[in-house]
């Protein structure tokens, strides 16, 4: 089975809900606009409760040192930057840190992917989503889908991950198109923004194993 990221959670229920359909990570979001978003102290309540074997990723968008050490206390185990970092900065929180960090970029040309993965720097991982519309606050999570074909033929020098309007109904399609390292949802398995659905991550990662 493709390893699943299921993103942005902000209760319990959801969080043991996504452990037990079998989500490889859990997202917690850290920056202010998303409807997703948690505190540090709140992301700490949440993540007390996950198992060792599911990891923990900070969805960060151009954060300081401080969020970072902040999100860190809080038993994150992985960054993922999401905002305009540089390759430089990449580098740097790595260095810093010493935790896996990925790179998260929205893409909509070919261009944009050559670009994402030339700024990836040391990244880990790249996670290739959907770019943000001109007027959105939020450069992810947004439920939309890039052209997925556009990653044929490319092959990034780290693991990618896919992201971007993906759900139950489209996610084979998606499969049977690319063979990403990872598939990562957040906005498809959920009943409004910020809601996740129990149902909706059940059925998600059904698919992904039948995939």
Same mark, same amino acid.
């Given at each position: ?22 989500? %490889? ?36 968008? !151009? ?13 994150? @185990? ?17 260095? %810093? ?5 990925? %790179? ?7 261009? @944009? ?15 290739? @989503? ?5 007027? /959105?606050?939020? $450069? ?8 997925? %074909? ?6 990034? $020098?780290? $693991? ?6 993906? !759900?139950? !109904? ?13 598939? !990562? ?7 409004? $923004? ?11 990662? /059904? ?5």
């Amino acid at each position: 089975m493709i390893p699943i990221k299921f993103c942005g959670f902000t209760t319990p229920e959801t969080v043991a809900a996504a452990v037990a359909a079998g989500t %490889r990570w859990l997202g917690f979001n850290f920056f202010g606009p998303s409807p997703r978003y948690v505190t540090p102290d709140r992301a700490a309540g949440l993540i007390a409760a996950v198992p060792a074997s599911v990891g923990n990723v900070a969805v960060l968008v !151009d954060a300081d040192d401080a969020l970072i050490d902040a999100v860190l206390a809080a038993g994150i @185990d992985i960054l993922q930057l999401h905002g305009r970092e540089s390759a430089a900065r990449i580098a740097a929180v790595k260095a %810093r840190t010493g935790r896996e960090v990925w %790179r998260a970029a929205g893409v909509a040309t070919r261009a @944009d992917i050559a670009a994402a993965i030339a700024g990836a720097g040391p990244a880990d991982r790249l996670l290739l @989503d959907a770019k943000a519309p001109k007027d /959105s606050l939020l $450069p992810g999570g947004n439920g939309l889908a890039f052209d997925w %074909r556009l990653m044929q033929g490319v092959n990034p $020098p780290m $693991p990618w991950g896919l992201s971007g309007g993906l !759900d139950a !109904d489209n996610v084979a399609a998606a499969l049977a198109v690319l063979r990403p390292a990872f598939v !990562d949802v957040s906005s498809g398995i959920e009943e409004r $923004p910020g809601v996740k659905s129990v149902a909706k991550m059940q059925a998600f990662a /059904s698919v992904v194993r039948g995939a």
